[in-house]
């Protein structure tokens, strides 16, 4: 909306308040009226709206659930202990950083405030330590959604501690929180988190199979997980998400070395022993239900006969251009795998007009 637009807006309002109240100044638009507005600005521009008076500051504070500052590049951290304990009614907050400014106090501050709050993004927060987690898991139980990845402080025990109390967290992003994604936190998640569905472990070299069964058995809606670069995990990882968690869509085993056609070809069995069972439930075309994306580049122990029958139970992965599901860089001797779109190469083109 325009500087001219508002104002406009603005002049009608003088004219046509009705009853008894009339408008004659900004702070006297009512607040369903400013709210929409502020849904029409960019964040930058509500903190500054914020500022305007008293009754700006109030409405603002009490209606505005989502914002993001990861547009702040120098002063975050400052403008996080200033605003947390104003927005208390946030649920969606987004402090993702191009270079570290958070600590422990900021954190803190939130989680002394917001109690509300439903998805932080917390990502590359390198300074962040356990602090911060302990402060989370006490002041904002209520998480579905956090994003913690590349904060590399964090420990294991920090993370269990937060499960315990974080119990419906739904998606996780823990890609490079090396000590925090252990084994040990995992078993406490697969206990303590049973809503869980997305799952993200890239790089965390301490995860093995021990974790990654407890999630899939603990956590049977899991239908994302990467597990790439996790290079301790054998088929026994991949034979546990198989057979316990039947809406598996998305799977990423980028340089599991240890993967074999026998993680593979049970897979795509599962395919098969979940039909009827996923057919049942959700009632959706049969077509649509399985794996839609499957990473295994650098998996050089795999042949192409797995990987084939893998594609064939599993329509929805693609290796043709412009389409790849199916990522398998690094793996010279599955060029020959090909996706149904080979076997159907006019299946969704339309008869030519005579």
Known sequence: MSTDELNLCFNKLMVFGGGSRVITEWKDIPMELLMRIVSLLDDRTVIVASAVCSGWRDAICWGLTHITLSWCKNNMNNMVLSLAPKFTKLKVLTLRQDKPQLDDNAVETIANNCHDLEDLDLSKSFKLGDRSLYALARGCPKLIKL???GCSVFSDCALEFLSSYCRNLKILNLCGCVKAATDKALKAIGYNCRQLQSINLGWCEGV???????LAYGCPDLYAIDLCGCV????ESVIALANNCLHLRSLGLYYCQNITDRAIYALAHSRVKNKHELWESVKTRYEEEGLINLNISQCTALTPPAVQALCDSFPALHTCPGR?????????????VHCACAFQPHRFSRPARV
């Open 208 to 214: 093995g199979d021990a974790g990654v069964m407890s």
């Open 232 to 235: 301790l995990i054998t088929d």
């Open 324 to 336: 790849h599901s199916l990522i398998i860089s690094g793996c010279l001797n599955l060029t020959s």
């Open 147 to 149: 994003n913690i990845s």
